[in-house]
């Protein structure tokens, strides 16, 4: 079945440091992939997505790129701030032509700690 | 966001009685998800609904009912808590099925 495996951390950097998290991924078919963060006692907030090979998703200066070729899809961030610390999950769901239609497959997160 | 609530947001109960969890979406999204959240495990799926009157079940769904009479509320229930269902609850909605999920803020659930 589908799974995703990304470091579980945690992650401590300081403030304006370079960020990657890596993810990789196992599906059928074409996934659509996702990178969600969640801050303290909160839920989970989409914070990007790609749908198909070579396609980057951003946002808030955080970037993935959808690597086929390497099942990959780490994120990355130029400059981190005290604000990022949260924990991050990638997710992967299954397209129609084959794996799962109907939900996500998640990694386990990584805890994000960044020091000022 | 997608305007989802969940209710309650903090509920202590005893083992062997039942609960109720209530998810409420305001965006008529067609697809709603229960997952529990839990140290080591990350996100686990308990149930899900891909309309009104239609749900399956997901990896964790043991000791779980849930139930779907209107697009913007999903119900889930332990049928007898035990101590192994405490955790931390979430709801999600979603426009396709495999499409981005949005999420609720979550229910701590706690079963002495």
């Known amino acids: 079945g589908d799974s995703v495996t990304q470091m579980e951390g945690p992650v401590t950097l300081s403030e304006e440091a370079f960020l990657t998290i890596n993810c990789t991924y196992t599906?059928?078919?074409?996934?659509?992939l996702f990178w969600y963060v969640q801050y303290p006692g909160e839920g989970l907030q989409l914070l990007l997505k790609a749908t198909k090979a070579d396609d980057k998703g951003s946002n808030k200066g955080f970037e993935a790129t959808y690597r086929k070729e390497t099942t990959s899809f780490h994120l990355e961030k130029g400059s981190v701030q005290v604000s990022d610390s949260a924990v991050y999950f990638c997710?992967?769901?299954?397209?129609?032509?084959?794996?799962?239609?109907?939900?996500?497959?998640f990694g386990k997160g990584t805890l994000l700690t960044v020091n000022p | 966001d997608a305007g989802i609530t969940q209710s309650p947001r903090h509920k202590v109960t005893e083992t062997g009685t039942p609960v109720t969890l209530r998810c409420h979406q305001t965006?008529?999204?067609?697809?709603m998800y229960w997952y529990r959240q839990d140290p080591g495990h990350g996100l686990r799926l308990i149930h899900y609904?891909?309309?009104?009157?239609?749900?399956d079940k997901g990896e964790v769904s043991d000791g779980y009912s849930v139930s779907r009479s209107k697009t913007e509320d999903f119900l889930l229930t332990l049928e007898s808590a035990t101590s192994s269902q405490t955790s931390v609850y979430f709801c999600a909605t979603g426009t396709s099925g495999g499409g981005a999920q949005y999420f609720g803020p979550g229910t701590r659930l706690l079963v002495l």
């Open positions: 965006e008529n999204h067609r697809y």
């Open positions: 599906a059928t078919g074409y996934p659509s």
């Open positions: 997710a992967l769901s299954g397209a129609p032509s084959g794996g799962s239609n109907y939900k996500l497959t």
């Open positions: 609904s891909y309309g009104v009157k239609d749900t």
